[in-house]
């Protein structure tokens, strides 16, 4: 008897660490089979729609909320990383959609191998209630047994329970699928100890899957050189992407120590890392890079594109600033207009301003590949990134910048609940950034984008923007502009109640 319960318990007992199928979820997983965002989910938490025992939801809970688990049904998950992909220039991340074929091939025989557990373990089960089930039945037809009619009410409830049982299964069965299918293609991280959790995917790299999940584990080269990735796996299996330079002891390899650079995830992996979780925590870097594009954006701006060395990519967080300095011309500090997951290709808006040396200084530029220094970062206009309130992003004209980082970050750290931008704007609408932002709105769920023409009477416009948007006593908000506009604005957003401490301000020329 005792080996069954130990059986069942199996059966519902947790995967990882390759025992069978779980009985509950970490957050991405569950948000990846329910084929939801991480903030909708969160939203459902909070509204107490489900619950969460150890940062984890009950399989059960997921599908009394969401019965219709498919795996065709993997729009939202597709829209994201569609959005991602539009946001995020591809570089040297992962370039296919499969991991390579040792890891695929090592998924698939731990998958197996929990699936011989598993069948043997249904098989046993089955066996011991049809067994238990004919037994109670020949009990309740024994003449010889008092109070026989219990025996058979009880064989009958045995019976139905069993078949109400595998029609709930079926559910569970589809869910279940989803999540093998989704085990062989990706591979969850959990960090320890700040508890972010990311996937890797493809041929990603470990720290390559956490910066395009927006995370910032700690590096340096990128390439197996200087060590500042290494981690610890606490449970789960890595696999050896490259060779490395640098050397790990063969003590520390027993205790689980690795590069994050040269390693991707087999199984899902608690991983013991170091993670920057506020600008003082990054060190100020001084990277040579090369023009990559000047582009002429309507109205005042430029945007100017750069692209560093593969080994020094710019550690920075969503909303700081850089300073560039052009051979032979003024340096100037800007707000970064990119993703920190994407640290390789760095874009600035640049005012049009033929007074300002900076600007003379560019347009100087012979250029693709001319070169330019680029110290940093600066600056602390940064998102709470364990903050799931919904966030108001606020930019008026060239404030834009650092509010784009802001909001590419956030969708890649998947953890706000709603994500509201205004942008207003002197420039032409239908600009490139206008039409990226408006992509966003029509693809995200949770993205809600309005521009606003012109800029007089700020305080009017924030009325509007304060009544669109609900829950104002619990909304982050970033404003970013320049200083006359956005003080303005800043006032009158305090006038609605908005708590002083959870807004940010960046003053942009
Ligand atoms: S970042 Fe330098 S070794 Fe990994």
Known sequence: MQQIVGVIRQLLGPMAGGRVMPQSLNLSRAARLAGVSRGELQKKIRKGDLSTFEGEV???????????????????????????????????????????????????????????????????????IVETIRRLEAMAA?????????????????????????????????????????RVVAASVKVIPSGHEFFVEGTESILDASLR???????????????????????????????????????????????????????????????????ADLPEQEILAKLDQIETLSGDYVRLRLETPRASRLRFLAGQWARLGFKGGESRKLPIASCPCDGRHLEFLVKKDPDDPFYCGLR??????????????????????????????????????????????????DTVEELYLYWISTMEPGNYLDRLFRSWND???????????????????????????????????????????????????????VAKERIKIDSVP
């Open 58 to 128: 009950l399989v059960s809970d997921l599908l009394r909320v969401y019965p219709n688990v498919e795996l065709e049904n993997n729009e939202m998950i597709e829209r994201v990383a569609l959005i991602r992909e539009l946001a995020q220039p591809k570089t040297d991340y992962s370039d296919g959609a499969l991991p390579i074929p040792p890891v695929v091939r090592s998924r698939l025989e731990k998958l197996n191998a929990i699936l011989g557990q598993t069948k043997s373990a249904l098989n046993d089960a089955e066996d011991l």
């Open 142 to 182: 024994d003449d010889s047994i008092p109070d026989r009619t219990q025996l058979g009410e009880l064989a009958r409830w045995m019976k139905e329970s069993a078949n109400a049982g595998t029609q709930r299964m079926d559910q569970r069965a589809r869910l279940f699928a989803k999540d093998a299918f989704l």
């Open 213 to 279: 999940a927006g995370l910032h584990l700690n590096y340096g080269c990128t390439g197996g050189n200087c060590g500042s990735c290494k981690a610890r796996v606490v449970s789960g299996e890595a696999w050896k992407l490259r060779q490395s330079d640098y050397r790990i002891s063969e003590v520390e390899q027993g205790m689980g120590y690795l590069l994050t650079c040269c390693n991707t995830a087999v199984t899902d992996i608690v991983l013991e890392a170091s993670e920057a979780s506020s600008a």
């Open 364 to 413: 100087r530029q012979t250029g693709s590949g001319d070169k330019v220094a680029v110290t940093g970062p600066f600056g602390d206009f940064v998102l709470d990134d364990d903050s799931s309130a919904p966030l108001l992003l606020i930019a008026v004209d060239g404030g834009i910048a650092p509010i784009k980082s802001l909001a590419e970050h956030a969708i890649s750290i």
């Open 443 to 497: 693809s995200l769920d949770n993205f809600h984008y309005q521009c606003v023409p012109g800029h007089p009477g700020i305080s009017d416009i924030v009325d509007r923007i304060c009544d669109d948007c609900s829950r104002l006593e619990r909304v982050d908000v970033r404003l970013a502009g320049p200083s006359g506009e956005i003080d303005a604005a800043n006032r009158a957003l305090c006038r609605h109640g």
